[in-house]
């Protein structure tokens, strides 16, 4: 559970926290210690807002005359809580938001899982396409005449990703910015799949949630997503000293990298 750590903040790093950051002068007019006094305020109640909807989103009921109350009792130190009663209550909040939230992903997962079963159970009775004994689908769109990548060499892709609804959730293509990778560190339907591939090949790799992301919720890629690429092998490499550090960054998704497969 996560706990609220009780602490006294100045009236300085109070203002800090919401992004504001004073030089106090005497040359300030009336009209820019309004100004500055007014920034402040909104910047909280922007703060309060955000706070407000994550939990109506979750479900949960927020009184906002009450919050603002509340707000308006501690700026004139005539708070009707104790400091231990407010943690105690912004506590219980936390247990429930994140029960809601569990709920939330739950169903989410369900809907996916059961999306994504229909998707490979019709996907598979396509004649060009391929299922291994992991459970993981593909289609061979070009096959290239070179080195087959093993799980130790370092590969350069172009790729194109979406989800059975056809999102697109990442596009090298589209950023016209190939990327470069030790096969070993992405999730285990690439590991699996572009092994298959001879360099100079483009397929479409079909794969099922456990072995893309299971339940995690990763960028925009929900939780239990089956997803969908077409992956073009463009280089094979030894790994060597060029290879160490690499990463997949110019995925808006947070690359492909492993998640602990």
Not at 23 to 35: F, G, H, K
Not at 49 to 64: C, D, F, P, R
């Amino acid at each position: 559970m996560k706990m609220f750590a009780k602490t006294a903040l100045s009236t300085t790093t109070f203002a800090v926290l919401c992004g504001l950051s004073f030089v106090v002068s005497a040359s300030e007019t009336r009209q820019q210690v309004d100004d500055a006094s007014y920034a402040l305020g909104a910047s909280v109640g922007h703060y309060i807002s955000g706070k407000i909807y994550s939990q109506v989103e979750l479900g949960a009921e927020v009184n906002v005359d009450i919050v603002v109350e509340g707000v308006i009792d501690a700026l004139k130190g005539k708070g009707k809580m104790s400091d231990e009663e407010i943690l105690t209550h912004l506590n219980a909040r936390v247990e429930l938001l994140n029960a809601a939230k569990d709920a939330r992903i739950e169903a989410i997962s369900v809907k996916n899982l059961a999306e994504g079963a229909a998707y490979l159970a019709n996907n598979k009775t396509n004649s060009a396409v391929t299922v291994t004994s992991t459970g993981l689908q593909y289609e061979v769109l070009e096959l290239g005449e070179g080195v087959k990548p093993l799980e130790s060499n370092v590969v350069t892709v172009h790729y194109k990703g979406q989800l059975v609804d056809g999102t697109v959730f990442d596009d090298s293509y589209e950023r016209n910015e190939p990327n470069r990778f030790a096969l070993m560190s992405v999730i285990d339907g690439w590991k699996e799949g572009i092994a298959l591939m001879p360099e100079g090949s483009k397929f479409r790799l079909t794969i099922p949630a456990e072995l893309a992301y299971g339940k995690e919720q990763v960028g925009i890629i929900p939780p239990s997503s089956t997803l969908i690429f077409d992956v073009e092998l463009l280089k094979v490499e030894e790994p060597g000293a060029n290879s160490h550090g690499m990463g997949l960054s110019g995925m808006g998704m947070g690359g492909m990298m492993g998640m602990g497969h």
